[in-house]
Protein backbone atom coordinates (compact mmCIF):
# COMPACT_ATOMS: atom_id res chain seq x y z
CA UNK A 1 0.00 0.00 0.00
CA UNK A 2 1.31 3.27 -0.54
CA UNK A 3 1.46 6.25 1.76
CA UNK A 4 -0.83 8.12 -0.02
CA UNK A 5 -3.09 5.28 -0.51
CA UNK A 6 -2.87 4.99 3.32
CA UNK A 7 -3.44 8.64 3.90
CA UNK A 8 -6.87 8.29 1.83
CA UNK A 9 -8.05 5.79 4.27
CA UNK A 10 -8.29 8.21 7.15
CA UNK A 11 -11.01 10.07 6.18
CA UNK A 12 -13.46 7.31 5.60
CA UNK A 13 -12.26 5.19 9.28
CA UNK A 14 -12.62 9.11 10.41
CA UNK A 15 -16.43 9.23 9.19
CA UNK A 16 -17.70 5.55 10.23
CA UNK A 17 -16.37 6.33 13.65
CA UNK A 18 -18.35 9.55 13.78
CA UNK A 19 -21.46 7.57 12.20
CA UNK A 20 -20.75 5.09 14.22
CA UNK A 21 -21.00 8.03 17.36
CA UNK A 22 -23.75 9.13 16.36
CA UNK A 23 -25.88 5.85 16.20
CA UNK A 24 -24.83 4.95 20.14
CA UNK A 25 -27.63 5.83 22.41
CA UNK A 26 -26.53 8.28 24.29
CA UNK A 27 -25.39 7.71 28.13
CA UNK A 28 -27.87 7.58 30.83
CA UNK A 29 -28.43 10.43 32.73
CA UNK A 30 -27.57 10.89 36.22
CA UNK A 31 -30.09 11.16 39.03
CA UNK A 32 -29.13 14.70 39.94
CA UNK A 33 -29.93 15.62 36.14
CA UNK A 34 -33.31 13.94 35.83
CA UNK A 35 -34.17 15.52 39.29
CA UNK A 36 -33.15 18.99 37.70
CA UNK A 37 -35.57 18.19 34.84
CA UNK A 38 -38.31 17.04 37.06
CA UNK A 39 -38.13 20.51 39.14
CA UNK A 40 -37.94 22.20 35.90
CA UNK A 41 -41.26 20.61 34.08
CA UNK A 42 -43.28 20.99 37.67
CA UNK A 43 -42.16 25.13 37.36
CA UNK A 44 -44.43 25.32 33.94
CA UNK A 45 -47.80 25.89 34.22
CA UNK A 46 -50.12 23.45 33.76
CA UNK A 47 -52.95 23.91 30.91
CA UNK A 48 -56.53 24.27 32.13
CA UNK A 49 -57.55 22.51 29.03
CA UNK A 50 -54.93 19.34 30.01
CA UNK A 51 -56.86 18.63 33.74
CA UNK A 52 -58.96 15.97 34.15
CA UNK A 53 -61.20 16.38 37.22
CA UNK A 54 -62.91 12.82 38.16
CA UNK A 55 -66.62 13.21 38.60
CA UNK A 56 -67.16 11.43 41.30
CA UNK A 57 -64.90 13.61 43.05
CA UNK A 58 -66.47 16.67 42.39
CA UNK A 59 -69.86 15.31 42.93
CA UNK A 60 -68.85 14.67 45.84
CA UNK A 61 -67.35 18.03 46.86
CA UNK A 62 -70.65 19.26 45.23
CA UNK A 63 -72.60 17.39 47.90
CA UNK A 64 -70.34 18.77 50.74
CA UNK A 65 -70.88 22.20 50.22
CA UNK A 66 -74.26 22.42 49.18
CA UNK A 67 -76.52 24.04 51.49
CA UNK A 68 -78.43 21.31 53.03
CA UNK A 69 -82.05 22.17 53.25
CA UNK A 70 -83.18 21.73 56.75
CA UNK A 71 -86.43 20.44 58.62
CA UNK A 72 -88.86 23.24 60.53
CA UNK A 73 -87.64 23.84 63.81
CA UNK A 74 -91.00 22.20 65.23
CA UNK A 75 -89.32 18.83 64.60
CA UNK A 76 -87.76 18.33 67.50
CA UNK A 77 -91.00 18.15 69.25
CA UNK A 78 -91.89 14.77 67.96
CA UNK A 79 -88.32 13.43 67.70
CA UNK A 80 -88.75 10.43 70.13
CA UNK A 81 -92.76 9.31 68.41
CA UNK A 82 -90.43 9.81 65.03
CA UNK A 83 -87.94 6.79 66.13
CA UNK A 84 -89.98 4.96 68.13
CA UNK A 85 -92.39 4.22 64.87
CA UNK A 86 -89.21 4.20 62.80
CA UNK A 87 -87.54 1.71 64.60
CA UNK A 88 -91.23 -0.63 65.20
CA UNK A 89 -91.68 -0.28 61.40
CA UNK A 90 -88.33 -0.72 60.29
CA UNK A 91 -88.26 2.65 58.61
CA UNK A 92 -85.44 5.07 57.99
CA UNK A 93 -86.21 7.85 60.36
CA UNK A 94 -84.59 10.20 57.71
CA UNK A 95 -87.61 9.14 55.14
CA UNK A 96 -90.42 10.34 57.47
CA UNK A 97 -89.12 13.35 58.56
CA UNK A 98 -88.91 14.40 54.91
CA UNK A 99 -92.49 12.95 54.06
CA UNK A 100 -93.77 15.13 57.26
CA UNK A 101 -91.87 18.09 56.22
CA UNK A 102 -93.67 17.89 52.73
CA UNK A 103 -96.75 17.35 54.00
CA UNK A 104 -97.13 19.46 56.74
CA UNK A 105 -93.98 21.19 57.81
CA UNK A 106 -94.37 19.73 61.62
CA UNK A 107 -97.45 21.53 61.59
CA UNK A 108 -99.71 18.74 63.93
CA UNK A 109 -103.17 20.64 63.20
CA UNK A 110 -103.19 21.26 59.06
CA UNK A 111 -106.17 19.78 57.83
CA UNK A 112 -106.57 19.31 53.70
CA UNK A 113 -109.19 20.07 51.87
CA UNK A 114 -109.53 16.09 51.15
CA UNK A 115 -110.24 15.93 54.58
CA UNK A 116 -106.33 14.70 55.23
CA UNK A 117 -105.33 15.56 58.97
CA UNK A 118 -102.41 15.93 61.25
CA UNK A 119 -98.48 15.82 60.30
CA UNK A 120 -98.35 12.71 57.77
CA UNK A 121 -101.55 13.91 56.18
CA UNK A 122 -103.18 10.84 56.87
CA UNK A 123 -107.28 10.11 55.38
CA UNK A 124 -109.25 8.98 57.96
CA UNK A 125 -110.51 5.98 56.72
CA UNK A 126 -106.87 5.17 55.74
CA UNK A 127 -105.80 5.79 59.45
CA UNK A 128 -108.32 3.00 60.59
CA UNK A 129 -107.01 0.31 58.26
CA UNK A 130 -103.56 0.95 60.52
CA UNK A 131 -105.79 0.29 63.12
CA UNK A 132 -105.74 4.18 64.53
CA UNK A 133 -108.93 5.73 65.63
CA UNK A 134 -107.38 8.99 66.42
CA UNK A 135 -105.00 10.51 63.82
CA UNK A 136 -105.33 14.30 64.72
CA UNK A 137 -103.30 13.09 67.70
CA UNK A 138 -99.58 13.45 66.59
CA UNK A 139 -98.70 10.21 68.24
CA UNK A 140 -101.47 7.63 66.54
CA UNK A 141 -101.09 10.15 63.51
CA UNK A 142 -97.32 9.10 63.25
CA UNK A 143 -98.01 5.71 63.57
CA UNK A 144 -100.58 5.17 60.96
CA UNK A 145 -98.53 7.14 58.37
CA UNK A 146 -95.36 5.07 59.14
CA UNK A 147 -97.73 1.73 59.03
CA UNK A 148 -98.86 2.99 55.59
CA UNK A 149 -95.51 4.47 54.19
CA UNK A 150 -94.27 0.44 55.65
CA UNK A 151 -96.98 -1.19 53.30
CA UNK A 152 -96.22 1.02 50.16
CA UNK A 153 -92.57 -0.07 50.65
CA UNK A 154 -93.24 -3.84 50.77
CA UNK A 155 -95.63 -3.11 47.74
CA UNK A 156 -92.98 -1.63 45.62
CA UNK A 157 -90.04 -3.77 46.60
CA UNK A 158 -88.48 -0.86 48.69
CA UNK A 159 -88.23 1.11 45.56
CA UNK A 160 -88.50 4.34 47.91
CA UNK A 161 -89.55 6.67 45.04
CA UNK A 162 -92.60 4.41 44.11
CA UNK A 163 -93.71 4.18 48.12
CA UNK A 164 -93.55 8.29 48.42
CA UNK A 165 -95.51 8.80 44.93
CA UNK A 166 -98.40 6.11 45.93
CA UNK A 167 -98.41 7.93 49.81
CA UNK A 168 -99.17 11.04 47.35
CA UNK A 169 -101.55 9.56 45.10
CA UNK A 170 -102.34 6.15 45.65
CA UNK A 171 -100.91 2.71 44.64
CA UNK A 172 -103.32 1.77 42.07
CA UNK A 173 -102.10 4.90 40.41
CA UNK A 174 -98.51 3.91 40.21
CA UNK A 175 -99.35 0.34 38.93
CA UNK A 176 -101.89 1.80 36.46
CA UNK A 177 -98.53 3.38 35.21
CA UNK A 178 -96.17 0.24 34.92
CA UNK A 179 -94.88 0.54 38.55
CA UNK A 180 -93.73 4.34 37.67
CA UNK A 181 -94.38 7.54 38.79
CA UNK A 182 -97.62 9.14 37.17
CA UNK A 183 -97.45 12.34 35.02
CA UNK A 184 -99.16 14.29 37.31
CA UNK A 185 -97.55 16.95 38.48
CA UNK A 186 -98.39 17.41 42.00
CA UNK A 187 -96.81 14.06 42.46
CA UNK A 188 -93.75 13.83 40.66
CA UNK A 189 -93.11 17.96 42.78
CA UNK A 190 -93.53 15.80 45.98
CA UNK A 191 -91.52 13.21 45.63
CA UNK A 192 -88.71 15.09 44.42
CA UNK A 193 -89.68 17.29 47.81
CA UNK A 194 -89.44 14.43 49.47
CA UNK A 195 -86.27 12.60 48.30
CA UNK A 196 -83.85 16.15 48.38
CA UNK A 197 -85.09 16.02 52.20
CA UNK A 198 -84.30 12.04 52.52
CA UNK A 199 -81.05 12.46 50.55
CA UNK A 200 -79.42 15.24 52.76
CA UNK A 201 -80.61 13.60 55.68
CA UNK A 202 -80.29 10.46 55.29
CA UNK A 203 -77.03 9.92 57.48
CA UNK A 204 -79.90 10.08 60.33
CA UNK A 205 -80.96 6.90 60.03
Known amino acids: ?3 AAGLAVVPAVQEHQARMAYAKPAPPRSAHVLKSKARETAKRPVLAASLRPDPALLEAV ?6 RPSFDKKASNFEELITVAARENDVSP ?3 KAVIQAESRFNSHVVSSQGAVGLMQIMPATARSMGVRS ?3 PKDNITAGVR ?3 SLLDQF ?3 EYLAIAAYNCGPDLIRRYGNNIPPITQTRSFVNQVMEYYQSHITES
Open 62 to 67: KNQTAE
Open 135 to 137: PSQ
Open 1 to 3: MTA
Open 148 to 150: YLK
Open 94 to 96: ALI
Open 157 to 159: GDE
